[in-house]
Nanobody, 120 residues
Framework: QVQLVESGGGLVQPGGSLRLSCLAS????????MRWYRQAPGKQRELVAS???????TYTDSVKGRFTISRDNTKNTVYLQMDSLNPEDTAVYYC??????????????WGQGTQVTVSS
């Protein structure tokens, strides 16, 4: 079993910054791809950014140049640095990861989400 716990959400003014963190835990854990998704009210969940265990990253177009995904493999943690935030970034942000555990490969594990609200 893989547990993912997000932190770092909150209320921020337009133009501000936030840094989200997601800690993964489990037995004999090896994390592969880690991702951040978000879901705004009334909208479908969308993939925001992903990072592979070799460091390759991808971003959705709307956040390119503003968000940065990174990871610390020694801490089983993924980060999402969000700069130049605007109200359209308001959403619940979810951590997602593929990992190998003591029971085998487990895909598509989810955290509980953290709320990000961008408002003046």
């Amino acid at each position: 079993q893989v547990q993912l716990v997000e932190s770092g959400g909150g209320l921020v003014q337009p133009g501000g910054s936030l840094r989200l963190s997601c800690l993964a835990s489990g037995s004999s854990l090896t994390i592969y791809t880690m991702r951040w998704y978000r879901q705004a009210p009334g909208k479908q969940r969308e993939l925001v950014a992903s990072i592979h265990n070799d460091g390759r990253t991808t971003y959705t177009d709307s956040v390119k140049g503003r968000f940065t995904i990174s990871r610390d493999n020694t801490k089983n943690t993924v980060y999402l640095q969000m700069d130049s935030l605007n109200p359209e970034d308001t959403a619940v942000y979810y951590c997602n990861a593929d990992a190998h555990t003591i029971v085998g490969m487990m895909f598509d594990n989810w955290g509980q989400g953290t709320q990000v609200t961008v408002s003046s």
